[in-house]
């Protein structure tokens, strides 16, 4: 049985150096300087720009949207989502959790945004 697609905050300069971005660039195909979308079993979901500051709240919602109309249009697959923006970016899950309070069912919310969701 393969992995669900592993979904991880990014930097729009794709180093994916750390955190969960390093995990998904040296065991899920993510690739070295793209900083979003699919990229082999993963999806970038961009919270710093390539200067590697935070990107604007607004911007982050943006970018889960097209992460969402992507696993909207791909429901064969399951996504698992890690809490994006809630480590180097420096936000915290209530700023970020409600921006995915309306997934489609093949996402896997991680344990901290559900905690938000269900308060």
Same mark, same amino acid.
């Given at each position: 049985?393969?992995?669900?697609?592993?979904?991880? @905050? $990014?930097?729009?300069?794709?180093?994916? @150096?750390? @955190?969960?971005?390093?995990?998904?660039?040296?065991?899920? &195909?993510?690739? #070295? =300087?793209?900083?979003? &979308?699919?990229? @082999?079993?993963? #999806?970038?979901? !961009?919270?710093? *720009? /390539? %200067?590697?500051? /935070?990107? !604007?709240? $607004?911007?982050?919602?943006?970018?889960?949207?097209?992460?969402?109309?992507?696993? *909207?249009?791909?429901?064969?697959?399951?996504?698992?989502?890690?809490?994006?923006?809630?480590?180097?970016? =420096?936000? %915290?899950?209530?700023?970020?959790?409600?921006?995915? /309070?309306?997934? !489609?069912? %093949?996402?896997?919310? !991680?344990?901290?945004?559900?905690?938000?969701?269900?308060?």
């Amino acid at each position: 049985m393969s992995h669900p697609v592993f979904v991880f @905050g $990014s930097n729009l300069a794709g180093r994916h @150096g750390k @955190g969960a971005a390093l995990f998904a660039r040296q065991h899920r &195909g993510a690739i #070295y =300087g793209q900083g979003q &979308g699919r990229q @082999g079993n993963s #999806y970038a979901i !961009p919270t710093k *720009d /390539a %200067n590697l500051r /935070a990107l !604007p709240l $607004s911007v982050i919602k943006y970018q889960v949207e097209v992460f969402l109309t992507h696993a *909207d249009n791909h429901r064969d697959e399951q996504f698992q989502l890690t809490p994006i923006g809630c480590g180097l970016a =420096g936000y %915290n899950h209530e700023q970020i959790a409600p921006m995915f /309070a309306s997934v !489609p069912d %093949n996402v896997i919310l !991680p344990d901290e945004f559900e905690a938000v969701l269900s308060a």
